[in-house]
């Protein structure tokens, strides 16, 4: 099944738009248009539909206001006020379009006597009440006095009309007996019945049951050379889409036609023509396979001329749906011998022949010429024959390895053309020398492939190393070895702590490989420091920065021992790193730890601060003690730890410090001053609160203050003393 798409050419005269539009409808200039647009209280596209607008849906509140009821008309509405409510221009309806509003009616002005709806007339000695026009008592009487019986004056009339399907009241109508309600059908539809109803006298609306019918088109009517694609029914405003035959095309007229209110199918206009292509297209060097055909799905095939060789998509044109042959992009050139000529697996050749004549056998001759630069000596000079009748050849050349030729191919056309075309070829040599090991962190050998058992290989050497750690480091080195050996080796002088790449390459054979090293780190540099010898007191030590020589720096240590074991020290021995205890016999500890990224050169360091420096804890020293401090530097990376010691100082007999004793000292001064300031303090209001005491008296208060005073003073500063040096132990 084939598909397609129909592509319309449509040549339309322009319409009389103003003639178009609905009996409800009006004709408007707009910007130079005409358009046609729905009458008041009519809605629709203004050309096929008017419908009538049911205002009423909008809501009685909103568009008759309060106290209202809203009625539908063909093409308007009215309003009535509810009961209680009368119109403010006093008609039974009204259309607010001039202020008309309703308003509560007030039953006692209106009554007064008499009650609702009723009037009061005088007689003589008396009065009696009738009903208003419009009204009448419910048990049929004429009059009444409100004193006889409770009765009340009824509304004469019938009621709100009864509704009509699919119709609408047209005009205004009274309630009172005898008044007419005329109907009229909604557009699309139509009744043959009256259309009118009575208020008959005993107050009811006849006849009882209205209707109107939908108008029906019936069946949608043929086009010739077209058929209905889509119908959505057969009554007022129903479409039908009609589609021209395969192979025709819509010529003029409007594809869609509709059901009017009338009962007919407007717009069924359409015209359809067969397509026709006419004459196909000519192509340059080809003969042309034509059936004189010239209409939908036609088809004109071509082939080359003798000579040429077909080049493009397809072989054939075909009418299309928009009256033109397809365009194809066939195109015949002269033939080619070789075409698209490529060199695979090193010493293979394949080509494509392009001809106009397939199965017709071909000879080439080959020419081979070889030779090597590194040996003089070689060469190589060939020539043979190949037949064949494929499309697309390959022939491989037996060829030496590490050697370049030229191949020139030739053969002869159909026109007894001499046809060549020259190749260049440079093998390569397979795996120079191969099993490349390291050994000894910084050594390399490998097993050579021999070319001849007393050729000498030259090999060059390039060697690059860095070290992330240290990103100004950058060591390089060049250089040639000549050896005839076939497992050669050879060591390199290279810095620890460093990664590099070794690139061996052998010119002759223009054969390289790349191998990389890592060394490994080796110890870091002997710490440098100032050896301080003290007695006494603790010194403070200055810490200077080491470089980054044989390793990245990764921590530096101060370890503290007791004097005695400094002998026994050993540099990468970790057991001895263990908190500071005042309770365990402790024989050395670590007192403070620094990340080697947080070192600043020559950073003071005090011992005993009792700070915490890394996980470690600089414990204060013990008063009476001798101390040996040590700086340990540590190097950590590829999973190697390395270390380096010196010893940084010596304290002997170690006492409380100059510093510390004036703070004892400033602390117990303090003290007193505070004792005797409340001391005073109180001894001056005892005496403003007792009788004056006599000089001798006042004396003695004195001496026995200044007592107290000294005793207190004695016996803070022991007892300060005493918790510092318990402290310290």
């Given at each position: 099944?084939?598909?397609?798409?129909?592509?319309a050419i449509?040549?339309?005269?322009v319409p009389?738009v103003?003639a178009?539009?609905h009996?409800?409808a009006?004709?408007h200039?707009i910007?130079g248009k005409?358009?046609?647009?729905?009458?008041y209280g009519?809605?629709?596209n203004?050309r096929t539909?008017c419908?009538?607008?049911?205002e009423?849906?909008?809501g009685a509140?909103k568009?008759c206001g309060n106290h209202?009821?809203?009625?539908?008309?063909?093409?308007s509405?009215?309003?009535?006020?509810?009961?209680g409510?009368?119109a403010?221009?006093?008609?039974?309806t009204?259309?607010?379009n001039d202020g008309t509003?309703?308003?509560d009616?007030?039953?006692?002005?209106e009554s007064?006597?008499?009650?609702?709806n009723a009037?009061?007339?005088?007689t003589?000695?008396?009065?009696?009440?009738?009903?208003n026009?419009?009204?009448?008592?419910?048990?049929?009487?004429?009059?009444?006095?409100p004193?006889?019986n409770?009765v009340s004056c009824k509304?004469?009339?019938?009621?709100?009309?009864?509704?009509?399907k699919h119709?609408?009241i047209v005009g205004?109508?009274?309630l009172l007996?005898g008044?007419?309600?005329?109907?009229?059908?909604?557009e699309?539809?139509y009744?043959?019945?009256e259309?009118?109803?009575?208020c008959?006298?005993?107050?009811?609306?006849?006849?009882?049951t209205?209707s109107?019918k939908?108008?029906?088109?019936g069946v949608?009517?043929?086009?010739?050379n077209?058929?209905p694609?889509?119908v959505?029914?057969t009554?007022?405003g129903s479409?039908?889409?009609?589609s021209?035959l395969h192979g025709?095309f819509?010529?003029?007229?409007?594809?869609t036609a509709v059901?009017?209110?009338k009962?007919?199918w407007d717009?069924?206009?359409?015209?359809?023509k067969?397509?026709?292509?006419g004459?196909p297209?000519?192509?340059p060097?080809?003969e042309?396979?034509?059936?004189?055909?010239?209409?939908?799905?036609?088809?004109?095939y071509y082939?080359c001329k003798?000579?040429?060789?077909?080049?493009?998509d397809?072989?054939?044109s075909e009418?299309?749906?928009?009256?033109?042959w397809?365009?194809?992009?066939y195109?015949?050139?002269e033939?080619?011998?070789f075409?698209?000529l490529?060199?695979?697996?090193?010493?293979?050749?394949?080509?494509q022949?392009?001809?106009?004549?397939?199965?017709?056998?071909?000879t080439?001759?080959?020419?081979i010429?070889g030779?090597?630069?590194?040996?003089?000596?070689?060469?190589?000079?060939?020539?043979f024959n190949?037949?064949t009748?494929e499309d697309?050849?390959?022939v491989?050349?037996?060829?030496?390895?590490?050697?370049?030729y030229?191949?020139?191919i030739?053969?002869i056309?159909s026109t007894n053309?001499t046809v060549?075309?020259?190749?260049?070829f440079?093998?390569?040599?397979?795996?120079?020398?191969n099993n490349?090991l390291?050994?000894n962190?910084?050594?390399?050998?490998?097993?050579r492939?021999?070319r001849?058992?007393d050729?000498?290989?030259?090999?060059s050497f390039h060697?690059?190393?860095q070290?992330?750690?240290?990103k100004e480091?950058?060591?390089?080195?060049t250089?040639n070895?000549?050896t005839?050996?076939q497992?050669p080796e050879?060591?390199?002088?290279?810095?620890?702590g460093?990664?590099y790449s070794?690139?061996?390459?052998m010119?002759?054979?223009?054969?390289s490989l790349l191998?990389?090293?890592?060394?490994?780190i080796?110890?870091?540099p002997?710490p440098?420091?100032?050896?301080?010898?003290?007695?006494g007191?603790a010194?403070?030590l200055r810490l200077r920065?080491?470089e980054?020589?044989?390793?990245?720096?990764s921590?530096?240590?101060v370890?503290v021992?007791?004097?005695g074991l400094?002998?026994?020290?050993i540099?990468?021995s970790?057991?001895a790193a263990?908190?500071?205890?005042?309770?365990a016999?402790?024989?050395g500890y670590?007192?403070?730890?620094?990340l080697?990224?947080?070192v600043?050169d020559?950073m003071?360091?005090a011992l005993g601060?009792?700070?915490y420096?890394?996980?470690?804890?600089?414990?204060?020293?013990?008063?009476g003690?001798?101390?040996?401090?040590?700086?340990r530097?540590i190097s950590e990376?590829?999973k190697?730890?390395?270390?380096?010691c010196a010893v940084?100082?010596?304290i002997?007999n170690?006492s409380p410090?100059?510093?510390?004793?004036?703070?004892v000292g400033?602390?117990s001064?303090?003290a007193?001053c505070?004792?005797?300031?409340?001391?005073f303090?109180?001894a001056?209001s005892?005496?403003h609160?007792t009788?004056?005491?006599?000089?001798?008296?006042?004396a003695?208060?004195?001496?026995?203050?200044s007592a107290?005073m000294d005793?207190?003073?004695?016996g803070?500063?022991?007892?300060?003393?005493?918790?510092?040096?318990v402290s310290?132990?």
């Amino acid at each position: 099944m084939r598909l397609f798409v129909l592509k319309a050419i449509v040549n339309r005269s322009v319409p009389d738009v103003c003639a178009t539009c609905h009996i409800h409808a009006t004709c408007h200039q707009i910007e130079g248009k005409s358009v046609c647009i729905c009458n008041y209280g009519f809605v629709g596209n203004g050309r096929t539909h008017c419908q009538d607008k049911d205002e009423c849906q909008i809501g009685a509140s909103k568009i008759c206001g309060n106290h209202t009821l809203c009625h539908n008309t063909h093409g308007s509405f009215y309003c009535v006020c509810l009961d209680g409510f009368r119109a403010s221009n006093n008609n039974k309806t009204f259309i607010p379009n001039d202020g008309t509003n309703c308003t509560d009616i007030d039953e006692c002005e209106e009554s007064g006597l008499c009650g609702r709806n009723a009037r009061c007339v005088n007689t003589e000695g008396s009065y009696k009440c009738y009903c208003n026009d419009g009204y009448k008592l419910e048990n049929g009487e004429h009059s009444f006095h409100p004193d006889e019986n409770i009765v009340s004056c009824k509304e004469i009339g019938c009621g709100s009309p009864p509704e009509m399907k699919h119709g609408y009241i047209v005009g205004n109508y009274s309630l009172l007996p005898g008044s007419t309600v005329h109907y009229e059908c909604k557009e699309g539809f139509y009744s043959n019945e009256e259309k009118f109803s009575y208020c008959t006298a005993n107050e009811t609306w006849e006849p009882a049951t209205l209707s109107c019918k939908g108008v029906d088109c019936g069946v949608p009517p043929s086009v010739l050379n077209a058929h209905p694609a889509s119908v959505n029914g057969t009554t007022y405003g129903s479409e039908v889409t009609y589609s021209c035959l395969h192979g025709y095309f819509i010529a003029s007229g409007n594809q869609t036609a509709v059901c009017n209110a009338k009962g007919q199918w407007d717009g069924t206009d359409l015209v359809c023509k067969e397509i026709n292509c006419g004459k196909p297209l000519l192509i340059p060097h080809t003969e042309m396979i034509w059936h004189n055909s010239t209409t939908l799905w036609s088809r004109v095939y071509y082939q080359c001329k003798e000579g040429y060789y077909f080049d493009g998509d397809r072989n054939f044109s075909e009418c299309t749906i928009d009256q033109s042959w397809e365009n194809i992009t066939y195109i015949c050139k002269e033939e080619e011998l070789f075409s698209n000529l490529s060199i695979f697996n090193e010493t293979c050749v394949k080509w494509q022949r392009k001809t106009g004549r397939l199965g017709v056998q071909k000879t080439y001759t080959f020419h081979i010429l070889g030779q090597r630069w590194d040996e003089k000596t070689f060469s190589e000079d060939a020539i043979f024959n190949i037949t064949t009748s494929e499309d697309s050849p390959k022939v491989c050349l037996d060829l030496n390895s590490g050697s370049n030729y030229v191949v020139n191919i030739t053969t002869i056309s159909s026109t007894n053309v001499t046809v060549s075309v020259t190749v260049a070829f440079q093998t390569k040599v397979k795996e120079a020398f191969n099993n490349v090991l390291i050994f000894n962190d910084t050594c390399l050998k490998w097993r050579r492939n021999v070319r001849g058992t007393d050729v000498e290989d030259r090999y060059s050497f390039h060697v690059q190393g860095q070290r992330w750690y240290q990103k100004e480091f950058f060591h390089e080195m060049t250089f040639n070895l000549t050896t005839h050996k076939q497992a050669p080796e050879v060591c390199f002088d290279l810095q620890p702590g460093t990664n590099y790449s070794v690139n061996i390459s052998m010119v002759a054979l223009n054969f390289s490989l790349l191998v990389s090293m890592t060394t490994r780190i080796t110890d870091p540099p002997f710490p440098d420091v100032e050896f301080v010898a003290v007695k006494g007191s603790a010194p403070l030590l200055r810490l200077r920065k080491a470089e980054d020589r044989n390793g990245p720096i990764s921590l530096y240590q101060v370890i503290v021992l007791p004097l005695g074991l400094q002998s026994t020290f050993i540099c990468d021995s970790f057991a001895a790193a263990t908190f500071f205890s005042n309770t365990a016999d402790v024989k050395g500890y670590v007192a403070a730890e620094f990340l080697a990224k947080d070192v600043a050169d020559n950073m003071s360091i005090a011992l005993g601060d009792r700070h915490y420096y890394g996980k470690f804890y600089n414990a204060p020293l013990k008063l009476g003690e001798e101390y040996c401090v040590f700086l340990r530097i540590i190097s950590e990376w590829n999973k190697v730890r390395t270390q380096s010691c010196a010893v940084w100082a010596q304290i002997e007999n170690l006492s409380p410090t100059l510093q510390y004793m004036t703070a004892v000292g400033l602390g117990s001064v303090a003290a007193v001053c505070v004792i005797l300031f409340l001391s005073f303090s109180a001894a001056r209001s005892y005496l403003h609160n007792t009788v004056r005491s006599p000089p001798a008296a006042l004396a003695c208060e004195a001496v026995h203050l200044s007592a107290t005073m000294d005793m207190a003073q004695t016996g803070i500063t022991s007892s300060f003393l005493e918790t510092e040096n318990v402290s310290l132990l």
